[in-house]
């Protein structure tokens, strides 16, 4: 589960909450500050793995979701 969440300053940051499947965290957030020289990802800001509800806060980036870029399949 995604909140997009607008800070005092301005600044647009994404709370994360993994619900689903809490384990995906730490390999996510790994995999996002790997490729992020290479490619525009969200800034990993912090991790909380161990709390009741895993959650990631990352930067918002403004752009086209993947559903709307790809052909629908028949």
């Known amino acids: ?4 969440c607008e800070l005092e300053d301005h600044d647009a940051v ?8 809490p384990r995906a965290l730490p ?9 992020r020289d290479s490619v525009p990802v969200p ?3 912090h991790v909380d793995a ?6 990631a806060v990352i930067t918002w980036l403004n752009g ?6 790809l052909p629908i399949a028949d």
């Open 14 to 21: 994404v709370l994360r909450l993994y619900t689903c499947n």
């Open 43 to 45: 800034e990993v800001l």
């Open 50 to 55: 161990g709390a009741e509800q895993p959650y």
């Open 27 to 35: 390999t996510e957030a790994d995999l996002l500050r790997r490729v």
């Open 1 to 4: 589960t995604n909140y997009r």
């Open 64 to 69: 086209n979701l993947m559903q709307d870029l």
